[in-house]
């Protein structure tokens, strides 16, 4: 069965200092690959998605990811994070329909 | 404008006593998938449906079990709450094409007194 990892449970940043949030998979060669954001009482919304092509993905609200299969990774990143990118983040993995989520990184944005 | 809409946002019920979450989407999606997710965890799939095809993963527990009456409904019911169940639960569509991602509900919180 497959599996995602998330190793961080917890991660603090400063604002306007950059993020990357850890992300490995185990299932498959050409692994589905996607990462989602929530905040707190809410549901879950779509940074950004890998299916093929170009490693280095671009997202929403200025994050990317970059696919390393050598690795099994897909890495989130953000430059400068904002107080407001504090949230849940998961990295999730698809089969066929079914997704299959990390346990997710929670991110602490300080000033 | 709301397109997977979750009712209640909060539901409390009773040890034993049977509930019913509900789903409904306005995106005309094929598939819809109900999700688990307690605190400080990963949401956990529990069933999905692909039209009226019922797939269910096989850690869910039998009772949990789903409704799906037409494409836009579906249901989740918990025939006999234990505290354990007792988190948040999202509900998701997708279309049919692979490469189309996932649309959740704001969810429902269950509380199991």
């Known amino acids: 069965a497959q599996s995602v990892t998330q190793p961080d449970i917890h991660i603090t940043v400063s604002e306007g200092a950059s993020l990357e949030l850890r992300c490995n998979y185990s299932?498959?060669?050409?692994?589905?690959l996607f990462w989602y954001v929530q905040s707190p009482g809410q549901g879950l919304q779509l940074l950004l998605k890998?299916?093929?092509?170009?490693?280095l993905v671009q997202g929403i609200k200025g994050f990317e990811a970059e696919f390393k299969r050598s690795q099994s990774s897909f890495n989130l990143r953000k430059p400068s994070v904002h107080w407001s990118d504090a949230a849940e983040y998961f990295c999730?993995?698809?089969?066929?329909?079914?997704?299959?989520f990390g346990t997710g990184t929670s991110l602490t944005v300080i000033p | 404008d709301a397109m997977v809409i979750q009712n209640p946002r909060y539901q409390v019920t009773q040890f034993g006593k049977p509930v019913t979450l509900s789903c409904s989407q306005t995106?005309?999606?094929?598939?819809m998938y109900w999700y688990q997710q307690k605190s400080s965890q990963a949401p956990k799939l529990l069933f999905h449906?692909?039209?009226?095809?019922?797939?269910n993963e096989a850690d869910t527990p039998d009772n949990f079990q789903s409704r799906r009456p037409n494409t836009s409904f579906c249901f989740l019911d918990i025939r006999s709450p234990g505290l354990g169940d007792a988190a948040m639960y999202l509900c998701?569509?997708?279309?049919?094409?692979?490469?189309?991602?996932?649309?959740f509900g704001s969810g429902t919180q269950l509380s199991v007194l």
């Open positions: 890998y299916f093929s092509g170009d490693t």
């Open positions: 998701a569509t997708k279309g049919t094409a692979t490469n189309e991602k996932l649309f």
């Open positions: 995106l005309n999606h094929n598939v």
């Open positions: 299932y498959g060669a050409t692994p589905y």
């Open positions: 449906y692909y039209d009226k095809d019922f797939n």
């Open positions: 999730a993995e698809q089969t066929g329909n079914q997704f299959y």
